[in-house]
């Protein structure tokens, strides 16, 4: 049994309005997120914040996701983090809901690692989703740092190689929208 965490608590601040519901191929980019975490995760917690009202009616009827409201969102990401992991049974995956293009190989490449934290790389850059082991949850609810990259980096985690450039591809900004678009 996988669980995933999917992070959608964030203002959108570079963009200027909600990135989870930007359309792409006639869905919320969100959507495409949840899918593609669901095709290896028997279950997929969605961690909202922010635009709660906007992105729940989207998600709320797509079986086998679960959506935690974290009330601490405007303390930033690892907030998000801490919410969803509170909710794993299993070891999980975690990555930011605007990396759309995740594809399911990437998912099963990490299955196949070994450390209890595996990271994708493509091109010598460390991307998104990242595994851990249960054995983290514990390690992450109860963090003195407050921030996934630096958690992630008291650990020797593994790197795993793959050759898909999407573990890199996020929505941050206009120029990132029509990256996106210029895909479809």
């Known amino acids: ?27 919320p980019v969100l959507v495409h ?25 989207i998600i709320e009827g797509i079986e086998g996701i679960k959506i935690v409201y974290n ?37 099963n490449k990490l299955l196949l690692g070994n450390k209890s934290i595996r990271v994708p790389s493509f091109e010598h850059k460390l991307g998104h989703p990242i595994f851990f082991g249960f054995s983290y949850k514990k390690l992450l609810l109860n963090s003195k740092v407050n921030n996934l990259k630096a958690f992630r980096n008291q650990f020797a985690f593994e790197i795993i190689t793959v050759n898909d450039s999407a573990i890199l591809f996020d929505i941050d900004t206009i120029k990132d929208v029509n990256r996106l678009k210029n895909k479809e």
């Open 1 to 27: 049994m996988i669980d995933g965490i999917i992070l959608a608590g964030g203002y959108s601040s570079r963009l200027g309005k909600n990135k989870m519901n930007i359309t792409f191929k006639d869905k």
């Open 33 to 57: 997120t949840i899918e593609n975490m669901k095709s290896v995760c028997d279950r997929v917690i969605v961690v909202t914040g922010h635009y709660h009202k906007q992105i729940k009616p």
């Open 71 to 107: 009330e601490n969102y405007s303390q930033g990401m690892f907030s998000s983090v801490i919410a969803g992991v509170n909710q794993v049974k299993n070891d999980f995956f975690l990555i930011p809901g605007d990396y759309p293009l995740v594809s399911r190989e990437v998912y």
